[in-house]
């Protein structure tokens, strides 16, 4: 992770200078962010479904709200949100002279509610078997898992990269450091891992390996070890 955080510095830093090469790759990421749970979520629901039958689990009617939080929809949606107007903004920093930014905006709206309720169909427990033969078969279920776990590994290096960047992470009191890393790693957590954490929330080992995952994040910003200590 480290090595992935200096090399999206790189690529982000030239594209606040217009590489247009790097803002091509920003793009990419960005998009990356939006499409692949999208896709995890198709590739990967009947299997899941299916696994947590054989292990003789109940599912409740309103499976779709994973850990009984009704809120849960509508942080998914507004960091998609964020993400759509970075997006947007590539896109007319690519192309000044179109109306790429504002058009991609406007689809990304209603593209962004049917994302959501696409994700969150995942938890509710299929009627019937998916028509198409793909889908029942197990690569299936392992392209899904690399298209979500891709999408984890996007936002892992957007919550490190952020936690560089952003000011208030390096300066302040420990509780003015603490409080919005609280924030902000419930939110990458909430949508890049919400397919995982569904399955796994229950195990002692998934909390041991979030706090691995996010042990570096934690001690740089809460011990307040700026952005010039990852780039040495």
């Known amino acids: 992770m480290r090595l992935l955080i200096k090399l999206f510095l790189v690529i982000f830093r030239r594209a606040s200078d217009g590489d ?6 920003s793009l990419l990421f960005y998009l990356g962010l939006l499409v692949l749970p999208s896709l995890g979520a ?47 903004l590539t896109l007319l920093e690519l192309f000044p002279d179109s109306q790429a930014g504002g058009a991609f905006l406007l689809f990304g709206i209603p593209y962004n509610i049917f994302q959501m ?11 019937q078997k998916p028509k198409s033969k793909f889908l029942r078969d197990p690569r299936s279920d392992i392209l899904g898992d690399a298209c979500i776990f891709l999408n984890v590994i996007f936002y892992q290096v957007l919550l490190n990269w952020a936690t560089v960047i952003y000011p208030g992470f390096h300066e302040g009191k420990f509780i003015d450091r603490f409080i919005p890393l609280i924030v902000l790693v419930l939110l990458m957590y ?11 929330i229950r195990h002692p080992r998934t909390w041991l390996t979030i706090l691995l995952a996010n042990s570096v994040v934690i001690i740089r910003t809460l011990f307040s070890i700026g952005s010039h200590a990852l780039t040495k």
């Open 190 to 200: 909430i949508a890049g891992r919400i397919f995982f954490l569904a399955e796994d």
């Open 42 to 88: 198709i590739l990967k629901r009947w299997h899941y479904h299916q696994r947590i039958k054989m292990r003789g689990e109940s599912e409740d009617a309103d499976g779709w709200l994973p850990f009984g939080c009704i809120f849960l929809p509508f942080v998914y949606l507004a960091v998609n949100m964020f993400i759509t107007l970075a997006v947007s």
């Open 20 to 25: 247009v090469i790097a803002r091509s790759a």
């Open 117 to 127: 309720i696409l994700v969150f169909r995942y938890f509710s427990p299929p009627k």
